[in-house]
């Protein structure tokens, strides 16, 4: 009797044992050829950030893939006390969320700029960069990330009141002289940066760079 319903329950269990393997490994690749969640943002990147994507050869968001995740450092930066005298400076490169309650700055720190008259003057800046993240609402002003000589973000855009985009460089480490694209998606709800970096080595930003042009709104004057 235990011989038979051996014999009879073998086939069957091979059977379950294929399916489960084959399910398994359907699952399997399927989990690693998921697109990049920057896809869902391509009209961006065609058109809002069309000016930096054009600024690097064989750009495609299709080969950027999640590098790491960061929570906002979240230190105090500046008094909103203040934010009359920033503004007669800044406010034209600032990028300001759909409902104008909140704003992003990537410029004060690093530009250190100054008011002359009705010019707008540099006599230098630092080698750093802080990203500051304004809220006129709870009147919080922070800095979410630092970035040193081998990052710059050099454009923001919001996609919706609590998520952004920020778009910048990194220093190649194989290549002296040359930056590939680093893209971070910011959730001000979670508080964190998702860091998307391309897997292309292709991909390098031109000679000529990018200037945003918020920023060549403020019409700098080198000293």
């Known amino acids: 009797m235990c011989y038979c319903q051996y014999k009879m329950h073998t086939p069957m269990k091979r059977v379950l044992y294929y399916i489960f393997f084959a399910l398994s490994t359907l699952f399997f690749k399927s989990s690693f050829a998921q697109p990049s969640e920057l896809i869902s943002f391509q009209y961006y990147f065609d058109n809002t950030l069309n000016g930096w994507t054009n600024s690097f050869t064989h750009f495609s968001l299709s080969s950027f893939h999640q590098e790491k995740t960061d929570s906002f450092e979240n230190i105090e930066y500046m008094d909103l006390k203040d934010i009359k005298d920033f503004y007669s400076i800044y406010k034209p490169a600032l990028t300001f969320s759909p409902d104008r309650n909140q704003f992003i700055d990537i410029y004060s720190y690093w530009l250190n700029l ?40 050099q454009e923001v855009i919001w996609l919706t009141n ?10 190649d480490e194989t290549s002296l002289g040359k930056s590939r694209p680093v893209i971070y998606i ?3 709800y979670l508080k964190t940066l998702k860091c998307f970096v391309s897997k292309n080595t292709k991909i390098f930003q031109k000679t000529s760079g990018y200037d945003s042009p918020k920023l060549l709104k403020l019409k700098i004057v080198e000293k």
Do not use: M, P
């Open 114 to 153: 100054e008011k002359e008259g009705k010019k707008i003057v540099s006599y230098g800046g630092e080698a750093d960069q802080a990203i500051t993240l304004s809220n006129l609402k709870t009147k919080k002003w922070t800095r979410i990330a630092f970035r040193g000589t081998t990052e710059r973000i």
């Open 162 to 171: 609590w998520k952004f985009i920020l778009a910048g460089v990194r220093a």
């Open 186 to 188: 910011g959730d001000t």
